[in-house]
Protein backbone atom coordinates (compact mmCIF):
# COMPACT_ATOMS: atom_id res chain seq x y z
CA UNK A 1 0.00 0.00 0.00
CA UNK A 2 1.82 3.13 -1.34
CA UNK A 3 -0.79 6.01 -0.15
CA UNK A 4 -0.14 9.16 -2.05
CA UNK A 5 2.01 9.35 -4.83
CA UNK A 6 3.42 12.19 -6.60
CA UNK A 7 5.97 12.16 -10.32
CA UNK A 8 8.18 13.74 -9.95
CA UNK A 9 10.10 14.96 -7.53
CA UNK A 10 11.58 17.82 -9.17
CA UNK A 11 11.75 19.76 -11.86
CA UNK A 12 13.12 22.78 -13.70
CA UNK A 13 11.32 24.75 -15.83
CA UNK A 14 11.69 27.56 -18.57
CA UNK A 15 8.97 30.11 -18.85
CA UNK A 16 6.58 29.45 -21.25
CA UNK A 17 7.48 25.41 -21.46
CA UNK A 18 4.44 22.77 -20.02
CA UNK A 19 4.70 19.94 -17.93
CA UNK A 20 2.35 17.57 -16.18
CA UNK A 21 2.08 16.11 -12.76
CA UNK A 22 0.98 13.17 -11.82
CA UNK A 23 -0.65 12.23 -8.64
CA UNK A 24 -1.64 8.21 -7.63
CA UNK A 25 -3.64 6.70 -5.10
CA UNK A 26 -4.12 3.27 -3.98
CA UNK A 27 -7.08 3.65 -1.60
CA UNK A 28 -9.88 3.91 -3.72
CA UNK A 29 -10.27 7.34 -2.46
CA UNK A 30 -13.04 9.47 -3.87
CA UNK A 31 -11.98 12.85 -3.37
CA UNK A 32 -8.37 13.87 -4.94
CA UNK A 33 -7.04 17.61 -4.72
CA UNK A 34 -3.89 19.63 -6.08
CA UNK A 35 -2.32 22.05 -3.35
CA UNK A 36 0.76 24.42 -3.79
CA UNK A 37 2.31 25.53 -0.65
CA UNK A 38 4.38 28.89 -0.92
CA UNK A 39 6.86 30.40 1.73
CA UNK A 40 5.11 31.83 4.75
CA UNK A 41 1.90 30.64 3.77
CA UNK A 42 -0.19 28.02 3.90
CA UNK A 43 -1.39 25.49 1.54
CA UNK A 44 -3.92 26.16 -1.26
CA UNK A 45 -6.29 24.31 -3.12
CA UNK A 46 -5.97 24.70 -7.04
CA UNK A 47 -8.26 22.43 -8.08
CA UNK A 48 -10.23 19.25 -6.67
CA UNK A 49 -12.04 16.50 -7.71
CA UNK A 50 -15.01 14.38 -6.31
CA UNK A 51 -14.80 11.36 -8.59
CA UNK A 52 -13.50 9.79 -11.56
CA UNK A 53 -14.72 11.77 -14.15
CA UNK A 54 -14.99 15.60 -12.69
CA UNK A 55 -12.96 18.39 -11.70
CA UNK A 56 -13.64 22.14 -10.13
CA UNK A 57 -11.48 25.18 -9.27
CA UNK A 58 -10.22 25.74 -6.00
CA UNK A 59 -8.70 29.07 -4.30
CA UNK A 60 -5.81 29.38 -7.20
CA UNK A 61 -6.78 27.42 -10.30
CA UNK A 62 -5.65 30.30 -13.22
CA UNK A 63 -3.01 28.74 -15.40
CA UNK A 64 -3.55 25.05 -13.99
CA UNK A 65 -6.17 21.99 -15.77
CA UNK A 66 -6.64 19.05 -14.08
CA UNK A 67 -8.22 15.84 -15.47
CA UNK A 68 -9.49 12.64 -13.46
CA UNK A 69 -9.70 10.02 -16.46
CA UNK A 70 -9.08 7.01 -13.71
CA UNK A 71 -10.54 7.05 -10.44
CA UNK A 72 -6.82 6.47 -8.95
CA UNK A 73 -5.00 9.27 -10.59
CA UNK A 74 -5.27 12.91 -10.80
CA UNK A 75 -2.99 15.18 -13.57
CA UNK A 76 -1.93 18.64 -12.97
CA UNK A 77 -0.93 20.47 -16.19
CA UNK A 78 0.90 24.11 -16.66
CA UNK A 79 0.25 24.68 -20.14
CA UNK A 80 2.60 28.01 -20.02
CA UNK A 81 4.75 27.90 -16.98
CA UNK A 82 5.53 31.30 -15.13
CA UNK A 83 8.43 31.85 -12.74
CA UNK A 84 4.79 33.05 -10.26
CA UNK A 85 4.08 28.77 -10.62
CA UNK A 86 7.52 28.24 -8.75
CA UNK A 87 6.19 26.34 -5.75
CA UNK A 88 5.79 23.06 -3.86
CA UNK A 89 2.83 21.11 -5.51
CA UNK A 90 1.52 18.87 -2.90
CA UNK A 91 -1.40 15.79 -4.07
CA UNK A 92 -4.02 14.42 -1.69
CA UNK A 93 -6.92 12.42 -1.34
CA UNK A 94 -9.79 11.44 0.77
CA UNK A 95 -12.38 9.08 1.26
CA UNK A 96 -15.31 10.92 0.81
CA UNK A 97 -16.28 14.53 2.08
CA UNK A 98 -13.45 16.84 2.36
CA UNK A 99 -13.56 17.04 5.98
CA UNK A 100 -12.29 13.45 6.15
CA UNK A 101 -8.56 12.95 6.68
CA UNK A 102 -6.74 13.95 3.52
CA UNK A 103 -3.38 11.84 3.18
CA UNK A 104 -0.93 14.06 1.37
CA UNK A 105 1.60 12.85 -1.51
CA UNK A 106 5.61 14.02 -0.63
CA UNK A 107 5.21 16.99 -2.94
CA UNK A 108 6.77 17.88 -6.55
CA UNK A 109 9.08 20.56 -6.08
CA UNK A 110 8.67 23.13 -9.23
CA UNK A 111 11.52 25.82 -10.17
CA UNK A 112 10.37 27.75 -13.08
CA UNK A 113 12.95 30.27 -14.74
CA UNK B 1 -16.31 32.63 5.86
CA UNK B 2 -13.53 30.75 7.54
CA UNK B 3 -10.09 31.45 8.71
CA UNK B 4 -7.33 30.54 10.65
CA UNK B 5 -4.34 32.14 12.60
CA UNK B 6 -1.65 30.75 13.70
CA UNK B 7 -0.04 32.68 16.48
CA UNK B 8 3.25 31.92 16.44
CA UNK B 9 5.70 31.39 12.94
CA UNK B 10 8.55 29.63 14.97
CA UNK B 11 8.32 27.99 18.95
CA UNK B 12 11.57 26.84 20.09
CA UNK B 13 11.47 24.39 23.01
CA UNK B 14 13.77 21.94 24.88
CA UNK B 15 13.88 18.42 24.38
CA UNK B 16 11.40 17.72 28.09
CA UNK B 17 9.55 20.44 28.58
CA UNK B 18 6.07 20.85 27.18
CA UNK B 19 4.93 22.45 23.32
CA UNK B 20 2.47 24.26 23.16
CA UNK B 21 1.17 25.52 19.65
CA UNK B 22 -1.70 28.32 19.33
CA UNK B 23 -4.38 28.57 16.48
CA UNK B 24 -6.86 30.66 16.62
CA UNK B 25 -10.16 30.34 13.97
CA UNK B 26 -12.84 32.16 12.50
CA UNK B 27 -16.00 30.13 10.99
CA UNK B 28 -20.17 30.70 9.79
CA UNK B 29 -20.57 27.11 11.14
CA UNK B 30 -20.22 24.55 12.78
CA UNK B 31 -16.02 23.93 12.44
CA UNK B 32 -14.21 20.70 12.05
CA UNK B 33 -10.59 21.96 13.15
CA UNK B 34 -7.59 19.55 12.40
CA UNK B 35 -3.92 19.94 13.10
CA UNK B 36 -1.50 18.21 10.63
CA UNK B 37 2.34 17.91 10.56
CA UNK B 38 5.22 18.53 8.03
CA UNK B 39 8.33 17.09 8.39
CA UNK B 40 11.29 18.13 6.36
CA UNK B 41 10.99 17.31 2.71
CA UNK B 42 7.85 15.14 3.15
CA UNK B 43 4.21 15.66 2.63
CA UNK B 44 1.85 16.84 5.51
CA UNK B 45 0.01 14.49 8.28
CA UNK B 46 -2.70 14.34 9.95
CA UNK B 47 -2.30 14.69 14.09
CA UNK B 48 -5.79 14.85 14.91
CA UNK B 49 -9.13 16.36 14.20
CA UNK B 50 -11.80 17.78 16.16
CA UNK B 51 -15.67 17.26 14.35
CA UNK B 52 -18.38 18.50 17.49
CA UNK B 53 -17.46 14.77 19.53
CA UNK B 54 -14.93 15.50 22.76
CA UNK B 55 -13.69 19.28 22.95
CA UNK B 56 -10.13 17.49 24.03
CA UNK B 57 -8.75 15.39 21.21
CA UNK B 58 -6.03 13.27 21.38
CA UNK B 59 -3.82 12.41 18.77
CA UNK B 60 -0.49 10.62 18.02
CA UNK B 61 2.70 10.67 18.97
CA UNK B 62 1.14 12.30 22.41
CA UNK B 63 0.23 15.36 20.93
CA UNK B 64 -3.40 16.83 22.09
CA UNK B 65 -5.75 19.81 21.18
CA UNK B 66 -8.93 21.26 23.13
CA UNK B 67 -11.63 23.07 21.18
CA UNK B 68 -12.95 26.15 22.97
CA UNK B 69 -15.49 27.85 21.55
CA UNK B 70 -15.49 30.61 24.02
CA UNK B 71 -12.04 31.51 22.86
CA UNK B 72 -12.31 30.55 19.19
CA UNK B 73 -9.60 28.58 19.78
CA UNK B 74 -7.79 25.17 19.06
CA UNK B 75 -4.05 25.36 20.58
CA UNK B 76 -2.07 22.00 20.00
CA UNK B 77 0.04 20.37 23.05
CA UNK B 78 2.70 17.77 24.25
CA UNK B 79 3.36 17.32 27.84
CA UNK B 80 7.24 16.12 27.07
CA UNK B 81 8.91 17.13 23.22
CA UNK B 82 11.03 15.06 21.76
CA UNK B 83 13.69 15.47 19.16
CA UNK B 84 11.88 13.65 16.68
CA UNK B 85 8.99 16.16 16.78
CA UNK B 86 11.09 18.77 15.20
CA UNK B 87 8.77 20.30 12.13
CA UNK B 88 6.50 22.36 10.57
CA UNK B 89 2.83 22.06 12.22
CA UNK B 90 -0.24 23.55 10.41
CA UNK B 91 -3.81 24.58 12.18
CA UNK B 92 -6.78 23.66 9.30
CA UNK B 93 -10.26 24.56 9.57
CA UNK B 94 -12.99 23.61 7.47
CA UNK B 95 -16.96 24.76 8.12
CA UNK B 96 -19.72 22.14 7.94
CA UNK B 97 -21.79 24.84 5.74
CA UNK B 98 -25.10 24.33 4.76
CA UNK B 99 -24.75 24.25 1.76
CA UNK B 100 -22.31 21.53 1.41
CA UNK B 101 -19.52 23.33 -0.26
CA UNK B 102 -16.71 22.72 2.13
CA UNK B 103 -13.50 23.43 2.03
CA UNK B 104 -10.27 23.59 3.76
CA UNK B 105 -8.28 26.50 5.00
CA UNK B 106 -4.64 26.03 6.19
CA UNK B 107 -2.74 28.37 8.61
CA UNK B 108 0.58 29.59 7.82
CA UNK B 109 1.89 27.40 9.75
CA UNK B 110 4.37 26.95 12.68
CA UNK B 111 7.92 25.74 12.21
CA UNK B 112 9.10 23.86 16.28
CA UNK B 113 12.07 23.75 17.17
CA UNK B 114 13.63 21.04 19.74
CA UNK B 115 16.47 22.23 21.51
CA UNK B 116 18.88 19.42 22.93
Known amino acids: NAGVTQTPKFRVLKTGQSMTLLCAQDMNHEYMYWYRQDPGMGLRLIHYSVGEGTTAKGEVPDGYNVSRLKKQNFLLGLESAAPSQTSVYFC????????????FGPGTRLLVL | AQSVTQLDSHVSVSEGTPVLLRCNYS??????LFWYVQHPNKGLQLLLKYTSAATLVKGINGFEAEFKKSETSFHLTKPSAHMSDAAEYFCVVSDRAMSGNEKLTFGTGTRLTIIP
Open chain 1, 92 to 103: ASSYSRVVETQY
Open chain 2, 27 to 32: SSYSPS
